[in-house]
């Protein structure tokens, strides 16, 4: 069955790196959109970035934008979430989510009702 499988989440001091991954498996990763959100206790769920299926294109939100980047290997069926310059506001359950449509552009990349299937999330902490 379709499945989306998170990792590489924990703890890391202010100005540390981390690098997420998103295994994919029952579906065909290379037609769809991808996201990744995250998740403060207390907070909505909001998006942080998304990878196009086609072009391979890229969106990220404004609170990220430098610091993390997005990226995909359709052969291993993985997105990856690379974040650099940590900070403790960044602290949060992060998770990858797939696009209900394919072949669908980063259109929509921040809104959570796009996206049909969802990880089960990592927790990254930014502490020191």
């Known amino acids: 069955q379709l499945q989306l499988v998170e990792s590489g989440g924990g703890l890391v001091q202010p100005g540390g790196s981390l690098r997420l991954s998103c295994v994919a498996s029952?579906?065909?990763?290379?037609?769809?959109?991808i996201g990744w959100f995250r998740q403060a206790p207390g907070k909505e769920r909001e998006g942080v970035s998304c990878i196009s299926s086609s072009d391979h294109s890229t969106s990220y939100a404004d609170f990220v934008k430098g610091r993390f980047t997005i990226s995909r290997d359709n052969a291993k069926n993985t997105v990856y979430l690379q974040m650099n310059s940590l900070k403790p506001e960044d602290t949060a359950v992060y998770y990858c989510?797939?696009?209900?449509?394919?072949?669908?552009?980063?259109?929509?990349?921040?809104?959570?009702?796009?996206?049909?299937?969802w990880g089960q999330g990592t927790q990254v902490t930014v502490s020191s």
């Open positions: 029952g579906f065909n990763l290379e037609y769809y959109t």
């Open positions: 989510a797939k696009k209900s449509r394919a072949f669908s552009s980063t259109d929509g990349c921040y809104d959570r009702y796009k996206y049909s299937d």
